[in-house]
T-cell receptor, first 113, second 114 residues
Framework: IAGITQAPTSQILAAGRRMTLRCTQDMRHNAMYWYRQDLGLGLRLIHYSNTAGTTGKGEVPDGYSVSRANTDDFPLTLASAVPSQTSVYFC????????????FGPGTRLTVL | GESVGLHLPTLSVQEGDNSIINCAYSNSASDYFIWYKQESGKGPQFIIDIRSNMDKRQGQRVTVLLNKTVKHLSLQIAATQPGDSAVYFCAEKKSNFGNEKLTFGTGTRLTIIP
């Protein structure tokens, strides 16, 4: 079934550790996104990529980095995790230049202690 | 500052009745408004969008209404079913020097009463 996969499903991480959240899509979508979802705050955009080889900062980029070496993969890295990065992380993709219909992965629940 | 999605946090509706989920926005420059549905344990799923120069758009069992005078957006779900139980988010699309981004509201949890 075509779609977006994320790994891991959940993770408990000690503060200060490095962590990479993986995201892969098989829909050949150009654009990909990373959001974090916190209770009462909805979804907030962390980073995005309009096409392979390019990335951009979203609303809350500090403490996170991304890369887009190819169309399918868009990993999100926390270089040195802090407790405020405890959240549910969603990867999404959209086709062409239309961002209205984004396809979301199942999410990664990250807890930083 | 800009904001979108001043939602009531929860809404309970009797199965079979119509549901109306509301959203207020403050950014008049948005060119699209979009509704997403998020079921428990899953990622959000696109429902329907409406261009800012339209007042109404209908989909399958859903209707979105846009009132630009009072900056209000609503999602109407006809004949609500148990599968409609979810959190519903409104979002607005803004363009900034060719970059288009969605800004999501905080969501409304819809509970269906059997």
């Amino acid at each position: 079934i075509a779609g977006i996969t994320q790994a891991p499903t959940s993770q408990i991480l000690a503060a200060g550790r490095r962590m990479t959240l993986r995201c892969t899509q098989d829909m050949r979508h150009n654009a990909m996104y990373w959001y974090r979802q916190d209770l009462g705050l909805g979804l907030r955009l962390i980073h995005y990529s309009n096409t392979a080889g390019t990335t951009g900062k979203g609303e809350v980029p500090d403490g996170y980095s991304v890369s887009r070496a190819n169309t399918d993969d868009f990993p999100l890295t926390l270089a040195s995790a802090v407790p405020s990065q405890t959240s549910v992380y969603f990867c999404a993709s959209s086709e062409g230049t239309s961002v209205n219909e984004q396809f979301f992965g199942p999410g990664t629940r990250l807890t930083v202690l | 500052g800009e904001s979108v999605g001043l939602h009531l946090p929860t809404l309970s509706v009797q199965e079979g009745d119509n549901s109306i989920i509301n959203c207020a926005y403050s950014n008049s420059a948005s060119d699209y408004f979009i509704w997403y549905k998020q079921e428990s344990g899953k990622g959000p799923q696109f429902i329907i969008d409406i261009r800012s120069n339209m007042d109404k758009r209908q989909g399958q069992r859903v209707t979105v209404l846009l009132n630009k005078t009072v900056k209000h957006l609503s999602l109407q779900i006809a004949a609500t079913q148990p599968g409609d139980s979810a959190v519903y988010f409104c979002a607005e699309k803004k363009s900034n020097f060719g970059n288009e981004k969605l800004t999501f509201g905080t969501g409304t949890r819809l509970t269906i009463i059997p």
